[in-house]
T-cell receptor, first 110, second 116 residues
Framework: QKEVEQNSGPLSVPEGAIASLNCTYS??????FFWYRQYSGKSPELIMS????GDKEDGRFTAQLNKASQYVSLLIRDSQPSDSATYLC??????????FGTGTRLQVFP | GAGVSQSPSNKVTEKGKDVELRCDPI?????LYWYRQRLGQGLEFLIY????????KSGLPSDRFSAERTGESVSTLTIQRTQQEDSAVYLC??????????????FGEGSRLTVL
């Protein structure tokens, strides 16, 4: 079992729709969870962090965490073509290393 | 500049040669990470430093890979006897936090390594 798993996609949504990205992780003691966005040919950049069960909202982005189910998700409301990128889920592991999933490629079409 | 700086940005080498990749983190950032990203793939954890110590080296693919950090600043990733499968973008990131409370990682632009 991979430490952090994501569906590779692509996930295609029309402009204005809600994009839902999912991630599962294997280490029950993980405490810190992150979503990074990576545009093609660029380095990843942090868009959301979440540490407690429940929802965390920041503008059009909402991160959801369920530690019992070892599940993290990212919702993007009112998706824009500029949101088209690869979204990487990252989880802090027991030894403090930050492990990334393989990423989900999101395509938002006009 | 205030960001993470990596050099070289591009490196083409012949199979069997050694290469050194350098990372200058953001000043004051205690944690430093190295990742490898092959074309079209995700980020593969290699090693991370807290200060000058490397608590977790489990991601280094083989004994041809080594890394060090000095002065709680610059880090060098060395690949000996390079192989074609080492071709990838090597990303360095730094963070202000660590010790069980990983904060936001700031990434450099990466060093693209091509082994012929």
């Amino acid at each position: 079992q991979k430490e952090v798993e994501q569906n590779s996609g692509p996930l295609s949504v029309p402009e204005g729709a809600i994009a839902s990205l999912n991630c599962t992780y294997s280490d029950r003691v993980s405490q810190s969870f992150f979503w990074y966005r990576q545009y093609s040919g660029k380095s990843p950049e942090l868009i959301m962090s979440i540490y407690s069960n429940g929802d965390k909202e920041d503008g059009r982005f909402t991160a959801q965490l369920n530690k019992a189910s070892q599940y993290v998700s990212l919702l993007i409301r009112d998706s824009q073509p500029s949101d088209s990128a690869t979204y990487l889920c990252a989880v802090n592991m027991f030894t403090d290393k930050l492990i990334f999933g393989t990423g989900t490629r999101l395509q938002v079409f006009p | 500049g205030a960001g993470v700086s990596q050099s070289p940005s591009n490196k083409v080498t012949e199979k069997g040669k050694d290469v050194e990749l350098r990372c200058d983190p953001i000043s004051g950032h205690t944690a430093l990470y190295w990742y490898r990203q092959r074309l079209g793939q995700g980020l593969e954890f290699l090693i991370y430093f807290q200060g000058n110590s490397a608590p977790d080296k489990s991601g280094l693919p083989s004994d041809r890979f080594s890394a060090e950090r000095t002065g709680e600043s610059v880090s060098t990733l060395t690949i000996q006897r390079t192989q074609q499968e080492d071709s990838a973008v090597y990303l360095c990131a730094s963070s202000l936090m660590g010790q069980g409370n990983t904060g936001e990682l700031f990434f450099g632009e990466g060093s693209r390594l091509t082994v012929l």
